[in-house]
């Protein structure tokens, strides 16, 4: 039984450029949130999806987009890279509220 | 916003020993309270989670405690072994989920 699957695993990208992170969610989990991880520090909350629909945002700029498809699968955005977004990007995957399981994340380099 | 503080940054234990780490929130709304444990290049893993209609909850050597009305909630391991030895995380949101900073927890010989 497959977990929760994200691709790239690793990913080095000049500043400026675009970058697309996806993730598939556990099978029958509808619901979708990406996190943020800089080396040291707790995962930063980005975005949480449920059913296709957007519902919460975090602190980031709007560079960062999301979305999710019929499949509960997902996409991260991120435009016009900086060196700041350099970090582990973590997507996980639950049935509805709570009980989040963790993929193993993008490792995100801007250079 | 909300926010999640998380005491101490770092913490070192004698093997055997009880280590607790305390975790604070600022959302009256949150509603879900999970722990995670994360070692070094992996991923985070779930390892209890606590409810607000619930107080206590315990698996095996781990348990966890919620006072909703301080809005603080703690973790305690007992009987640390090495493998303990991770970084620990809590966090606390209802649909979507803030964590704190991490403890990083060391289990000494």
């Known amino acids: 039984d497959a977990g929760v699957t994200q691709s790239p695993t690793h990913l080095i990208k000049t500043r400026g450029q675009h970058v697309t992170l996806r993730c598939s969610p556990i099978?029958?989990?509808?619901?979708v949130s990406w996190y943020q991880q800089v080396l040291g520090q707790g995962p930063q909350f980005i975005f949480q999806y449920y059913e296709k629909e957007e519902r919460g945002r975090g602190n980031f700029p709007d560079r960062f987009s999301a979305r999710q498809f019929p499949n509960y699968s997902s996409e991260l955005n991120v435009n016009a890279l900086l060196l700041g977004d350099s970090a582990l990007y973590l997507c996980?995957?639950?049935?509805?509220?709570?009980?989040?399981?963790f993929g193993s994340g993008t490792r995100l380099t801007v250079v | 916003g909300e926010n999640v503080e998380q005491h101490p940054s770092t913490l070192s234990v004698q093997e055997g020993d009880s280590a607790v780490i305390k975790c604070t929130y600022s959302d009256s709304a949150s509603n879900y309270f999970p722990w995670y444990k994360q070692e070094l290049g992996k991923r985070p893993q779930l390892i209890i989670d606590i409810r607000s209609n619930v107080g206590e909850k315990k698996d095996q050597r781990i348990a966890v405690t919620l006072n909703k009305t301080a809005k603080h909630f703690s973790l305690h391991i007992t009987e640390t072994q090495p493998e303990d030895s991770a970084v620990y995380f809590c966090a606390a949101g209802d649909d979507k989920i803030i964590f704190g900073k991490g403890t990083r927890l060391h289990i000494l010989p």
């Open positions: 099978s029958g989990h509808k619901s």
């Open positions: 996980a995957s639950s049935p509805g509220t709570g009980g989040y399981t």
